[in-house]
């Protein structure tokens, strides 16, 4: 089991207290409330890291990985430009599979 984030100068760590807890407790509803616990916070310290990281990058990074998405939607043949008549008609199939289940 993982109980350490260290990136970028942030780290997140369980005390040895808490992983007594995680390790000794049963899997009851305590421990399952303390697993809960411990992923919740992971990645909570794991979003502060990739929004510090966000705030941190600069425009030039930013375009660099706008351009790499745009080549990578590029190379699956991804249509980059949606027909908006194409939108229209799943509206019209999720309409039409609403009234199919309404009539039942």
């Known amino acids: 089991m993982c109980t350490s984030v260290k990136e ?5 760590s369980l005390s040895k207290c ?8 049963s899997y ?11 992923y919740r916070d992971r990645w909570q310290a794991v979003e502060s890291i990739e929004r510090q ?8 990074q ?3 990985q706008l351009n790499a998405i745009a080549l990578l ?12 008549k ?3 008609q799943i509206f019209e199939r999720w309409a039409k599979i609403k009234e199919m289940h309404q009539i039942r």
Do not use: H
């Open 8 to 12: 970028c100068g942030a780290s997140f």
């Open 18 to 25: 808490q992983k007594a807890t995680l390790y000794s407790a």
């Open 28 to 38: 009851n509803g305590s421990m399952i409330d303390a697993l809960i616990k411990f």
């Open 53 to 60: 990281e966000q705030r941190s990058s600069s425009v030039e």
């Open 62 to 64: 930013r375009w660099e």
């Open 73 to 84: 939607a590029k190379g699956l043949n991804l249509d980059l430009n949606p027909d908006p």
């Open 86 to 88: 194409g939108e229209f």
